[in-house]
Nanobody
């Protein structure tokens, strides 16, 4: 089970940290991802992190502003979001996959998501 938290409404230029608490499985064996979907738009990978946290990948739109991390001892995934922009407004979900993947279909566990709204 994956449960996100930390979403909020913020002004442009602000920061938020999202968390994704995992339970029910060996968190450290899963590749984790943050995925967002804005109203009326397709889902988008925001960031992917490997099982150990050593490898990370970001979408071009958030590179240098967002940082993904994980604490395997706490079974928790994080997304630090800085310099937020109105176009970052979306519902952010975390998801788990058994291997590194950039296909949504490979992610077998999903959280319900948390809403981030950025106003100008």
């Amino acid at each position: 089970q994956l449960v996100e938290s930390g979403g909020a409404s913020v002004q442009a230029g602000g920061s938020l940290r999202l968390s994704c608490a995992a339970s029910g499985g060996p968190f450290e064996t899963y590749v984790m991802a943050w995925i967002r979907q804005a109203s009326g738009k397709e889902r988008e990978f925001v960031a992917i992190i490997s099982e150990s946290g050593a490898l990370m990948q970001y979408s071009d739109s958030v590179e240098d502003r967002f940082t993904v991390s994980r604490d395997n001892a706490k079974s928790t995934l994080y997304l630090q979001m800085d310099d937020l922009k109105p176009e970052d407004t979306a519902r952010y979900s975390c998801a788990a996959a058994g291997t590194w993947a950039t296909s949504f279909a490979k992610y077998t566990s999903w959280g319900q998501g948390t809403q981030v709204t950025v106003s100008s």
